[in-house]
């Protein structure tokens, strides 16, 4: 029941951003998206909805826990509906365990999110305005191509590689951003009758967590991934678990929950073919990620959530080649490293030729003039 209440949620969330896209418009509320609270007020003081929403969100998460997540995210709804497909086709992809569901959107938060802006912010004037209407609702949106790409790529093909809520795990800032007040929310799941150890609550869990070692561990999910599905709870079929309320003078807040889980989730491995371990290979994997996404993040109008999306894929596709032979699995590998290169060389061009732009344009454009004399002429 409370799963079907759930995704009703899920569809309102996408009645209500139709209605303001195609009925309100933006002549009152501009764009709500969670990138203001970065762009526009750490960066230049700006407070519009996009903010507003980031600080009732971070609010909420402190009394109920990332319930934004896991029922009124429309990506979340996005890889939802992606794993119900996959899974009407017979499709079941492994849930990912590795270190990286802490690190890399912690990564992705800092890098292209909080230190450019903050560093913005302290070399120019930051003043406090209420602009309620700005930015416009399309304005942090990619254009229709790659808006679909992103859509496809991060809600639909990350499923395939990396389980159910792959791009909530692996790449989502904001999920990061929430961790903070997760673990000091009232409400959580937590213990509260006799665990019999069956692991469905760990096998229902779609962000990985190991939610059997917590709740008999901690008494609580003390993850700071949980995103407060509730899909342990009414899969639980000895009601051990509930999400409850308890004083925030009794909760133990540690360090180690923001910190990336030991792998206890392994003795499941080894049972089931729900999850799959990377962590051996997760440095490999970082760093492969990394420079995937760095390589093509901004060529052809490309946002960081489909580069990274697409630099995750490709390292995937790398590491686990399914090639048969070797030959046809060294030529793709090179294949796919030599495309990323490519960009990647592309993007170190354009960032001197603009560096010299900017600092020598004088000598830039008589130089230019001297050599392609007759060229120019024709402009
Ligand atoms: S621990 Fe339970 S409530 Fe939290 S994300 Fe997993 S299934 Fe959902
Ligand atoms: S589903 Fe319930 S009984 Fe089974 S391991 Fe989880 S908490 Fe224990």
């Given at each position: 029941m409370?799963?079907?209440?759930?995704?009703?949620?899920?569809i309102m969330i996408h009645v209500l951003i139709l209605l303001h896209v195609f009925y309100w418009g933006d002549s009152i509320v501009g764009s709500i998206d969670f990138q203001e609270f970065f762009h526009s007020f750490i960066k230049l003081g700006i407070i519009n909805a996009g903010v507003l929403l980031v600080i009732i969100a971070f609010l909420f998460t402190l009394i109920?826990?990332?319930?934004f997540c896991g029922w009124a995210c429309h990506f979340g709804a996005v890889q939802e509906l992606s794993w119900f497909i996959l899974n009407k086709l017979n499709i079941k992809p492994k849930t990912i365990d590795s270190k990286?569901?802490?690190i890399l959107p912690l990564i992705i938060l800092l890098n292209l999110y909080i230190i450019p802006n903050v560093f913005f912010?302290?070399?120019?004037?930051?003043?406090?305005?209420?602009?309620m209407n700005e930015p416009s609702i399309w304005a942090f949106l990619p254009g229709f191509i790659i808006g679909t790409l992103t859509f496809f790529v991060d809600g639909f093909l990350i499923i395939y590689f990396l389980g159910r809520k792959g791009f909530c795990r692996f790449i989502c800032p904001w999920g990061a951003f929430l961790k903070i007040p997760n673990?000091?929310?009232?409400?959580?799941?937590?213990?509260?009758?006799?665990?019999?150890?069956?692991h469905n609550c760990t096998q229902a869990c779609p962000i990985g967590i190991d939610v059997n070692y917590e709740i008999n561990k901690f008494n609580k999910v003390a993850n700071t991934n949980c995103t407060s599905c509730m899909l342990c709870v009414s899969g639980c079929p000895s009601n051990a678990l509930?999400?409850?309320?308890?004083?925030?003078?009794?909760?133990?807040?540690?360090?180690?929950?923001?910190?990336?889980?030991t792998s206890k989730i392994n003795s499941l491995l080894s049972k089931n073919s729900y999850f799959k371990s990377i962590r051996k290979q997760d440095w490999i994997y970082l760093i492969l990620i990394l420079l995937f996404a760095n390589a093509i993040d901004g060529m052809y109008g490309i946002g960081h959530f489909l580069a990274y999306g697409i630099g995750i894929i490709g390292s995937f596709l790398i590491i686990n080649n399914p090639q048969s032979l070797k030959i046809t699995k060294y030529i793709t590998n090179i294949l796919i490293i030599g495309i990323f290169f490519w960009h990647a060389l592309i993007k170190i061009n354009i960032s001197i030729g603009t560096q010299y732009y900017n600092t020598d344009t004088p000598n830039i454009f008589q130089q230019t003039i001297r050599l392609y004399a007759e060229k120019m002429g024709e402009y």
């Amino acid at each position: 029941m409370i799963q079907k209440f759930r995704i009703l949620t899920l569809i309102m969330i996408h009645v209500l951003i139709l209605l303001h896209v195609f009925y309100w418009g933006d002549s009152i509320v501009g764009s709500i998206d969670f990138q203001e609270f970065f762009h526009s007020f750490i960066k230049l003081g700006i407070i519009n909805a996009g903010v507003l929403l980031v600080i009732i969100a971070f609010l909420f998460t402190l009394i109920f826990g990332r319930f934004f997540c896991g029922w009124a995210c429309h990506f979340g709804a996005v890889q939802e509906l992606s794993w119900f497909i996959l899974n009407k086709l017979n499709i079941k992809p492994k849930t990912i365990d590795s270190k990286l569901v802490t690190i890399l959107p912690l990564i992705i938060l800092l890098n292209l999110y909080i230190i450019p802006n903050v560093f913005f912010a302290l070399n120019h004037p930051w003043n406090i305005t209420l602009k309620m209407n700005e930015p416009s609702i399309w304005a942090f949106l990619p254009g229709f191509i790659i808006g679909t790409l992103t859509f496809f790529v991060d809600g639909f093909l990350i499923i395939y590689f990396l389980g159910r809520k792959g791009f909530c795990r692996f790449i989502c800032p904001w999920g990061a951003f929430l961790k903070i007040p997760n673990s000091l929310a009232l409400f959580k799941v937590r213990k509260t009758g006799e665990c019999t150890n069956c692991h469905n609550c760990t096998q229902a869990c779609p962000i990985g967590i190991d939610v059997n070692y917590e709740i008999n561990k901690f008494n609580k999910v003390a993850n700071t991934n949980c995103t407060s599905c509730m899909l342990c709870v009414s899969g639980c079929p000895s009601n051990a678990l509930s999400y409850s309320y308890q004083s925030p003078l009794k909760e133990d807040v540690k360090l180690s929950y923001y910190l990336p889980t030991t792998s206890k989730i392994n003795s499941l491995l080894s049972k089931n073919s729900y999850f799959k371990s990377i962590r051996k290979q997760d440095w490999i994997y970082l760093i492969l990620i990394l420079l995937f996404a760095n390589a093509i993040d901004g060529m052809y109008g490309i946002g960081h959530f489909l580069a990274y999306g697409i630099g995750i894929i490709g390292s995937f596709l790398i590491i686990n080649n399914p090639q048969s032979l070797k030959i046809t699995k060294y030529i793709t590998n090179i294949l796919i490293i030599g495309i990323f290169f490519w960009h990647a060389l592309i993007k170190i061009n354009i960032s001197i030729g603009t560096q010299y732009y900017n600092t020598d344009t004088p000598n830039i454009f008589q130089q230019t003039i001297r050599l392609y004399a007759e060229k120019m002429g024709e402009y």
